[in-house]
């Protein structure tokens, strides 16, 4: 595995290769020099909560730029997934924000790529079925990402397809300047048109995530699990775009999934 990184490179001129930081069983500080050799990306799989968060202190921070700088690599940020930035209560709405923008604030100093962004409980039904609450969260959402955006680029504000229809929230992402964050397992969990969707989003995608989906329906497994005409096209549209700056993130989360993703890549470059 070590040696990947370097194919990856005489292929993708534009494109990072990524991995998260659980893929050994230990911290985040561990995980970064288990990785430093073998990707150039890691998403930092960050949580904060009242009963558990995972939250580096500054002297780690400090450690990790050090570390990140020595390998020459970059970092997404994966922000908390229990909030709630489309809150029907203003009230809740801001204390999800509020916990996002501590973890930016203490990760800016890694200047990252892309700051993974869930909008998350949005209502039940389509807009056209529930049109007024739609509206509400999509305003709640514009709310958040307001407040994001005054302490970063727009751009590195990456919006992640989940298991609703990301088109309902598209034209807020465009709206706003942000990113997307297309997570390839995602679509395929709901029965996405993946080719569609990467010709109408790729051009405003920053990351992508990619991992399988097995034969009982469960996610972020090896990409050994996907489609390989589907992996090619996927790789040839990174490959044909040269100019824009992007990572691509094997979201997965162990050394054997790890090791059997890089084997499947390495095959289909």
Known sequence: MEHFRKTWRKTNTACRIGTTSYIIP??????LHYLKDIVEDVELVLFESDEFSNLPDPADVGEMDRILKDAQMTVTVHLPLDAYPG?????ERKRSAEKWLRVMDRMEPLVPFGWVVHLNDPPEGSPAENPGK???WIAQCAKTIDELAARTDAARLCVETLS?????VFPLVREKHCSVCMDIGHLLLTGRNVDADLEAWLGHTRIIHLHGVNEAGR?????GHLDHGLLHRILSALQADTDT????TLEIFSQKD???????LENAL
């Not at 609703?164 to 309902?168: A, G, I, P, R």
């Not at 996610?219 to 990409?223: A, E, F, L, S």
């Not at 790890?258 to 499947?264: A, C, E, F, I, Q």
Request: hydrophobic share 35%.
């Open 26 to 31: 230990d911290d985040i500080l561990p995980n």
């Open 87 to 91: 809150a029907e209560t203003d009230a």
């Open 134 to 136: 739609w509206e509400h």
């Open 164 to 168: 609703y229809d990301f088109s309902h």
């Open 219 to 223: 996610d972020h497994v090896d990409i």
């Open 245 to 248: 700056p992007r990572v691509l």
């Open 258 to 264: 790890l090791k059997t993703s890089l084997d499947v």
